[in-house]
């Protein structure tokens, strides 16, 4: 018999049971849609943690006092494990390869303007802060050389700091809020850069290095040496390949530095972005596989219902299987007719899951600060997954059918 002519006789089956077959083409159709919507939003979330990291910059490595342990901060802070302004001129004059550097010391202000009041991060950086982070200002203008060397009482804000601390419309730009009692004037408003897997990063203002170091957080940013004390270096390289060079050669600078011995560990932790990332989409990677997994459990449920009405509709049909038996039918065309049932009502499942899970991905992107991705690989693993699902829930009805006796088939009432 004819492919179509199996089709065509499987929707007249279907068709005679419409709410029946409805309800178990659901099953294949919830498991569908949820296989599909969160395979996109794990991919939308890996998409948009690499995003994050592009956008504070390519090629990055920061390095902070302290050793990074695993699931903790870093330890070790304190009076022996500090990073200083000659640490970093040192790696800048030493190391070679490195395309551009920056450097900032960050403490926490309270903001006043007015009656509002607001308590974030303060960064005091370098003015090569804001190409080596790529975070350039929307409104004004960012920290320069002049005001570094001047000790200059100016702040550039964050747009969460904007809206904590004036009024909706008022312009920032020119106007003086008081850090820590200290009066700045606000010289520009950065761009945003929204909400990331480490944050409000908007939650921030940076001011000159130097002011930050010998006028607002003096005592904090001096060691007991007097030495200027650092939170974090950045530095830029031109390839990836540069990268693991630079990060060998200041570590080898900075270990000199703090006349580390041989047999003594790093003072101190270099993070690669590029590790990060890596790490990240490691985790995202195993955290999509593992809710895709638990989505595919609601298509098992839906293909044992596929079995379940199948397995009826051969004890409802067993007198038809009898009647085509005696005029001729062979075991191959039964087996053949109910298994293509069992396909086409996995399939039509398949369909309208597919479209309930791109619709649901791409809703959720509406609640969250990321876009959902449904690649077309993931539509066509679920349309397969589906086919496969009735193929297989259907093979045991199918033979069952294709294995009964015409004679006592006739016979069953």
């Known amino acids: 018999m004819p492919i179509y002519e199996l089709v065509r006789l499987a929707f007249n089956a279907l068709g005679a049971n419409k709410l029946r077959s409805f309800l178990t083409t659901l099953g294949i159709s919830i498991g569908i849609a ?46 022996t494990s500090v990073l200083t302004v000659s640490d970093y001129r040192a790696v800048v004059n030493s190391v070679p390869g490195i395309v551009d550097h920056a450097a900032d010391f960050t403490s926490v202000g309270n903001f006043a303007y007015g009656s509002k009041t607001s308590q974030v991060q303060v960064s005091g950086v370098t003015p090569s802060f804001t190409r080596v982070r790529n975070w350039p200002a929307a409104r004004g203008r960012f920290i320069e050389e002049a005001d570094d060397g001047a000790r200059a009482r100016v702040v550039a804000l964050g747009t969460t700091v904007v809206k904590d601390l004036f009024e909706e419309g008022e312009d920032p730009v020119g106007q003086v809020v008081r850090i820590n009692g200290v009066p700045f004037r606000v010289i520009g408003v950065m761009e945003s850069k929204g909400s990331s897997v480490f944050g409000d990063q908007d939650a921030i203002a940076f001011i000159p290095l ?5 006028r607002l957080f003096q005592q904090q940013a001096q060691s007991k040496s007097g030495e200027r004390l650092l939170s974090t270096i950045y530095l830029q390289a031109a390839s990836d390949d540069d990268r693991l060079f630079i990060q060998a050669a200041a570590r080898t600078v900075l270990r ?20 990060l990332i890596e790490t990240f989409g490691a985790v995202t990677s195993v955290l999509t596989i593992f809710l895709g997994a638990i989505a595919a459990i609601s ?52 369909v309208i899951g597919v479209a309930i899970g791109i619709g649901g991905a791409l809703s959720i ?5 990321f876009q959902a991705v449904v690649q077309p690989g993931a539509v066509l693993l679920a349309v397969g997954f589906s086919a496969a699902v009735g193929l297989f829930f259907g093979i045991y009805p199918a033979r069952r059918a294709s294995l009964l006796n015409p004679i006592e088939a006739l016979r069953y009432e």
């Open 210 to 214: 130097s002011t930050a170091q010998e």
């Open 299 to 350: 298509l098992l449920v839906g293909g044992i219902g596929v079995m379940n009405i199948m397995l009826v509709s051969v004890t409802e049909r067993t007198r038809e299987i009898g009647l085509r038996k005696a005029i001729g039918a062979t075991s191959s065309a039964i087996l053949s007719q109910f298994l293509i049932e069992a396909v086409v009502l996995s399939m039509i499942g398949g």
């Open 256 to 275: 000199e530095q703090h006349r580390l011995r041989p047999d003594q560990e790093d003072d101190f932790s270099i993070i690669s972005q590029a590790e």
């Open 34 to 79: 949820a296989v599909i919507a969160l395979l996109g939003i794990g991919t939308g979330v890996q998409e948009y943690i690499n995003q994050q990291f592009a956008s504070a910059g390519t090629n990055l490595l920061g390095i902070v006092p302290g050793r990074i342990q695993r699931g903790g901060p870093p330890s070790g802070f304190g009076q």
């Open 365 to 369: 992107s509406n609640f969250v600060d």
